[in-house]
Nanobody, 125 residues
Framework: QVQLVESGGGLVQAGGSLRLSCAAS????????MGWFRQAPGKEREFVSA????????DYADSVKGRFTISRDNAKKTVYLQMDSLKPEDTAVYYC??????????????????WGQGTQVTVSS
């Protein structure tokens, strides 16, 4: 089966930074794009960011635009989420996902085929 392995979460103070990584199998990177979602306690899973495999397109939720940066390393089969100026409301479990579908469906969690196990991000005041 395809595996997505996430890392980089942790506990930081408000205003700090974290860099999340998602290492994927070669088969997974044949998909069209990768996405990041997050789920906070008592809330539904929400879209954070996405990046296309070959076209260089990126997308960000309004809540993180200007603070988060998504990128990927094709040789390492890895996607990254650089998170700067973190806020307490960013506290959540962050998941990476792979999708063979269309770019227009990038914000829809149910359209993704493969998911990582999640990594905890906690931002304190």
């Amino acid at each position: 089966q395809v595996q997505l392995v996430e890392s980089g979460g942790g506990l930081v103070q408000a205003g700090g930074s974290l860099r999340l990584s998602c290492a994927a199998s070669a088969r997974t990177f044949s998909n069209g794009f990768m996405g990041w979602f997050r789920q906070a306690p008592g809330k539904e899973r929400e879209f954070v960011s996405a990046i296309s495999w070959s076209g260089g397109n990126t997308d960000y939720a309004d809540s993180v635009k200007g603070r988060f940066t998504i990128s990927r390393d094709n040789a390492k089969k890895t996607v990254y989420l650089q998170m700067d100026s973190l806020k307490p409301e960013d506290t959540a479990v962050y998941y990476c996902a792979a999708d063979p579908s269309t770019w227009g469906r990038r914000r829809i969690d149910t359209e993704y085929d493969y998911w990582g196990q999640g990594t905890q991000v906690t931002v304190s005041s």
